[in-house]
Each structure stands twice: as structure tokens, then as C-alpha cells.
């Protein structure tokens, strides 16, 4: 099953006096490329709801030589989340509402912001499917959610 659909035109791509387009939630761009800054500030100031702050949920200390952060299946994941419209909220740079959740600029590991659960409805493994990173491999996302699960366990 396919879940993510590419937009009408790139982000950004008008004439130049207009406003940059506002993807729809949940919408993603061809797979390697990400939302851009100006993108996501549109989306931002749409969106309307005031910054929020995230911080660590993972229940794990932060590891600034994380082995995850060279981890193909991370970094896969990583370029999943910065081509859809998801990452634009979800920055806290930008403005994103909903950093409380989880935030791509949480450093050393970004997904250290994310709790458990944040993690199980981004992978669609509950009843939260809106909410779910509209991926064209969700097999692959559920595995990785499902080993940093038992990662935190272990921890």
C-alpha cells in the first residue's frame, strides 16, 4: 500500500512575486528531496498555533557519539520525515507547533524527543492513521520503530 502523494508543483516554484505553495498535511515531495525553509514557514504561519518547546521523552541519556546517528535506517527515516509536510511543524527553528511531540533539530538523535507512543502512531501502530508518516515503505518505519522500542527498553 503506497501512502504518500507528491505534490502539484515543488514548493516554492511560482512566480516570483507569489507565496511560496502550502502543502497539504501529510503531504510528502519525490523521494530524496526535502521541504524547503520557505515552505515550511508558509505552512507554519498557516497552521496558526503558537511555538512549542520539545525536549527529551526517550527516557534514555543522550549519547553524543550515538551509533544511531550513522545508522542507514535512521538516516532513511530522516529523509522520509524532511520530505514530508510533517517536518515543517515538527522544527523547532521554523516556528513548529508541535516540537512538543518531536523535533527534527533535537540533537544528538532527533527521534530522542519523540516518547514511545509519538513514535507507535507515527508508524501507524495504533489508531492514529492521520497522523501516521505517509511513507511508500511503512514496513521498514515499523521495524525501526519497533527496535528502538526494545533499544529504550534495554536502556
Not at 507565496?19 to 505552512?43: D, F, I, K, Q
Not at 534514555?60 to 517536518?87: I, N
Amino acid at each position: 500500500m503506497v501512502f504518500f502523494s507528491f505534490l502539484a508543483c515543488a514548493p516554492g516554484e511560482r512566480d516570483s512575486g507569489a507565496a511560496p505553495y502550502v502543502p497539504r498535511h501529510n503531504e510528502c515531495l519525490p523521494e530524496g528531496e526535502a521541504m524547503s525553509e520557505a515552505t515550511c514557514r508558509a505552512v507554519v504561519e498557516e497552521d496558526g498555533r503558537l511555538p512549542t518547546h520539545g525536549g527529551n521523552k526517550s527516557g534514555t541519556e543522550p549519547d553524543p557519539v550515538d551509533p544511531r546517528l550513522s545508522d542507514p535506517e535512521f538516516l532513511w527515516m530522516t529523509a522520509e520525515v524532511r520530505r514530508c509536510t510533517c517536518s515543517c511543524c515538527h522544527t523547532e527553528s521554523w516556528g513548529g507547533p508541535g516540537v512538543y511531540y518531536w523535533n527534527l533539530e533535537f540533537a544528538p538523535v532527533w527521534t530522542d524527543s519523540a516518547s514511545s507512543w509519538t513514535l507507535s502512531v507515527f508508524a501507524g501502530l495504533t489508531g492514529e492513521a492521520n497522523q501516521t508518516l505517509p511513507t511508500d515503505d511503512l514496513e521498514r518505519l515499523q521495524a525501526w520503530v519497533e527496535a528502538e522500542g526494545i533499544r529504550r527498553e534495554a536502556r
